[in-house]
């Protein structure tokens, strides 16, 4: 592997595949010249290296907080920093990735770019669509909208978004309808909330009805005013007190949460915290929490969060928070 380029994300990347390369401990006789090779090509390749390395073991040593790996295995190469476990390596180096290079080539980012309208964290954004339909979209949210004579749709990509969608006075036009993934939301005279969370879907209903229809179901649900739906990745669907959910809150520039999973809680904050927070451990995110936020700072929302679960927060850079 050789990487002659002294530019920055170059002489970045590069560090970081050696890193993961070099803390598997199993560098051939090949790799390891090529190696030696790499760090003389430029003076600040050394540097980089210990960089990468210094982060790969901060990322590790919390990992390992969160989920013990198995025992240490011996080094077998003199250049090698200590041997870290599969998982833990492979959840370092996506960080280092994420961090490092900060690019942030996620698929919603992708997503965004590519979408009519999306937003920035800590950024929404109200509309009057073209035949009279409210929206607000979310913080770091995106989403498509095709209107036409045959159809009303808007895709939630991802993030959050709050509907009052104008009458379809009496069929002369379409139902104007909310897709996400495999969930159709339909109008029904209404004002509603759809919202993209880790591993489900939130509808919530704040006047009249919506039917929602998944997973190609023929028979919708009615959701009435003051009710919320679950829509988990299985077809799964439960009902909730829509008091348990934001109820648009954010609107207003709060969070408010009731016996909410942590991975949820985190999620939404994410949409305002000024860095990436990735939290290590997945039983710790169903742990509930309960509180009222102010999205105006979301570093103090985070360390009530963490202090009330008695969990740690390391930032490791200005853009990046592990939670574990």
Not at 134 to 159: F, I, K, T, W
Not at 232 to 253: F, I, K, M, S, Y
Not at 267 to 284: E, F, T
């Amino acid at each position: 592997m050789n990487h002659p380029s002294a530019t920055a994300d170059t002489v970045q990347q590069a560090a970081i595949d050696w890193a993961v390369i070099c803390a598997d401990g199993n560098l051939s006789a090949t790799q390891a010249a090529d190696f030696e090779s790499w760090l003389a090509q430029h003076p600040s390749h050394p540097g980089a290296y210990d960089d990468a390395c210094r982060v790969l073991q901060l990322m590790t040593t919390a990992a390992k907080q969160a989920a013990p790996p198995p025992a240490t295995v011996t080094n077998r190469h003199t250049v090698v920093k200590p041997r870290i476990s599969s998982p833990a390596l492979a959840l370092a180096a996506c960080l280092m990735l994420t961090m490092l290079l900060g690019v942030g080539l996620m698929p919603e980012r992708y997503q965004a770019l590519m979408a009519d309208y999306h937003t920035e964290r800590g950024e929404t954004l109200a509309l009057t669509l073209a035949d009279g339909s409210e929206v607000v979209l979310g913080p770091d949210s995106a989403m498509d909208v095709m209107l036409s004579a045959q159809q009303r749709r808007v895709e939630l990509l991802h993030g959050v978004a709050w509907f009052h969608p104008a009458p379809a006075k009496d069929g002369q036009r379409p139902p104007f309808e909310v897709v996400a993934d495999d969930t159709v939301t339909r109008a029904l005279g209404t004002r509603f909330e759809v919202e993209r969370l880790p591993a489900q879907l939130l509808v919530t209903v704040t006047e009249h009805q919506v039917a929602i229809a998944s997973h190609g179901e023929q028979a919708p649900l009615v959701l009435n005013a003051g009710q919320a739906v679950r829509i988990h990745p299985d077809g799964l669907r439960t009902p909730v007190p829509a008091a348990q959910t934001t109820l648009a809150d954010w609107r207003q520039g709060t969070l408010r949460f009731q016996q909410q999973p942590l991975s949820h809680v985190l999620a939404r904050l994410q949409r305002y915290y000024p860095g990436q927070l990735i939290l290590l451990g997945d039983a710790k995110g169903q742990r509930p929490i309960s509180g009222v936020f102010d999205l105006a700072q979301p570093e103090q929302a985070l360390a009530t969060i963490t202090d009330s679960l008695g969990l740690t927060q390391q930032s490791l850079t200005p853009w990046l928070t592990l939670v574990y």
